[in-house]
């Protein structure tokens, strides 16, 4: 298993190194955007519910929804700039997600840019004098050709599984947010939090 690991990284020749930027890039925004996506350092449930519920709010001041309510704790008289600020947090929780995108699209493209590399390789080793390759350097040729497409393919299902169902987390909050930014400009008194 770990030969044919090491044959496919070979076969992928000089493009294996952004495939593998690709892949780094790839692991690093899933964690990271998974950490900060978590429910309690978007909309903790106690706050919530504290809005929710018309009572006084506190704790959950690292989260978005703390930092939306602080804000407009702030800035009492000022709903769209309260709103604006909504806005951005939303925009900063999207942080990473483009980048997905571009590795959905690109990883694949490198891997085929890799095979169509490998095979002018292979079919320029044909002999000019018999006008017929070495039938078994020719199959194994063309075999490792095929690994950089199988690298981008293996790169990009993830990402495009990740990123869609990050894009998702990130709506359905915003939307839970949009709620809950309602009820706070609702308010007509905002209680100082304790």
């Known amino acids: 298993m770990t030969l044919a690991f090491i044959e496919l990284l070979k076969g992928a020749d000089i493009l294996v190194y952004p495939l593998a930027l690709c892949s780094i890039a790839l692991v690093y925004i899933l964690v990271e955007r998974s950490v900060a996506l978590r429910g309690s350092a978007v909309i903790p449930d106690d706050l919530a519910d504290a809005i929710v519920a018309g009572q006084p709010a506190t704790g959950g001041e690292h989260s978005v929804l703390g930092r939306i309510l602080a804000f407009s704790q702030k800035h009492p008289g000022d709903p769209e700039a309260t709103r604006a600020f909504a806005r951005l947090e939303v925009a900063r929780m999207e942080r990473g997600l483009p980048y997905l995108d571009v590795i959905y699209a690109g990883a694949p493209l490198i891997g085929l840019t890799g095979t169509v590399w490998s095979l002018i390789r292979v079919f320029s080793s044909i002999s000019g004098s018999t006008g017929m390759p070495d039938p078994a350097k020719f199959t194994s040729g063309v075999s490792l050709a095929l690994s950089a497409t ?13 990123g869609g169902v990050l894009q ?3 709506d359905k909050q915003a939307a839970q947010l949009d709620v809950l930014l309602a009820r706070i400009l609702a308010r007509t008194d905002v209680p100082p939090r304790a």
Do not use: E, M, Q, S
Not at 151 to 156: E, H, N, P, R, T
């Open 150 to 162: 199988v690298i981008g393919l293996c790169i990009a299902i993830p990402a495009l599984i990740g």
């Open 168 to 170: 998702r987390r990130v």
